[in-house]
């Protein structure tokens, strides 16, 4: 029989946050696959945790992976733990999982501490619809499409940022996404948490005097969803009714469906269509 992946969610900040169930588990596994070995071990000794640890980080994962996808398959359990929080979330263990997955090991996720989480429950920003996208990438081109892509994102928006990026990356922000509330939350669950409910002009002249400290989460407001069809509807008036109607009859569409098409583009009836045509 193959062992079992435990993927163990570990503190944020707060030792106190680990439960009851992960303590166990990391106890009773054969090893435990850490992201770095000299932070997990303060972890580990902090609970008297005897169980031999590997590294499993950002620049083995692919060879570690099958390294330890054969170990279970041996009959090993692993248990998967990151620096702070929810291992496989912006986290090289998403590779070892598909890759378990794929082999047929059972993977479980042993629930607790998430950043993401925490800093959208103390953001004051509505948390019914949300996305969250990481550290926003470092290569130019890909990041200028994923804030093109961000900007017309109608869900809370979450994103983290490490404290000597911090300014640069609201900078960007604002610049594309326009004003908008953004909560900024750091040092979460430890002694000096900050929760830094503001908008992007302002954070970002708060940060031009102030030096960013800590790993950030960024939340913030998405686009509202009237603006958003006001700036559709908006669009189509760059060309005339007559050529939005050929734009969809020369795709195929029926003239019927394409007046009605029309209609739900620029916020007006079918019949206010009809005599524009006519006119």
């Not at 945790?49 to 994962?61: A, F, L, R």
Request: contains cysteine; charged residues 30%.
């Amino acid at each position: 029989m193959t062992g079992t992946l435990y993927l163990c969610a570990t503190p944020i900040g707060n030792l106190n946050d680990i439960s009851f169930r992960v303590l166990d588990t990391l106890k009773e596994v054969d090893v435990i696959a850490a992201e770095d070995t000299r932070n997990s071990i303060k972890l580990l000794n902090h609970f008297e945790i005897k169980t031999p640890m590997t590294s499993y980080h950002e620049y083995n994962k692919v060879e570690k992976a099958e390294q330890i996808v054969s170990w279970l398959m041996s009959g090993k359990n692993i248990a998967l733990i990151t620096d702070a929080g929810t291992p496989a979330i912006s986290d090289p263990g998403e590779v070892l999982v598909e890759k378990c997955l794929m082999a047929g090991i059972p993977v479980t996720s042993l629930p607790g501490c998430c950043a993401l989480i925490t800093a959208l429950t103390l953001s004051g920003i509505s948390t019914r619809r949300f996305c969250f996208e990481g550290f926003l990438p470092a290569e130019k081109k890909e990041r200028k499409f994923v804030l093109k892509e961000l900007e017309r994102e109608t869900r809370t928006i979450i994103l983290y940022e490490a404290p000597h990026h911090l300014r640069k990356t609201l900078g960007e922000l604002y610049e594309v996404l326009g004003e908008r509330r953004i909560t900024l939350c750091r040092e979460l669950t430890k002694r000096f948490e900050t929760v830094f409910p503001t908008t992007f002009e302002q954070a970002v002249a708060y940060y031009e005097n102030e030096e960013p400290r800590g790993e950030y989460v960024l939340v913030i407001e998405g686009l509202d969803r009237g603006r958003l069809k006001l700036d559709e509807q908006a669009k189509w008036e760059e060309i005339s009714i007559k050529e939005h109607m050929q734009l969809y009859e020369s795709q195929g569409i029926e003239r019927k469906e394409a007046m009605k098409r029309v209609a739900a583009d620029r916020g007006l009836s079918k019949r206010e269509v009809y005599q524009l045509l006519l006119s």
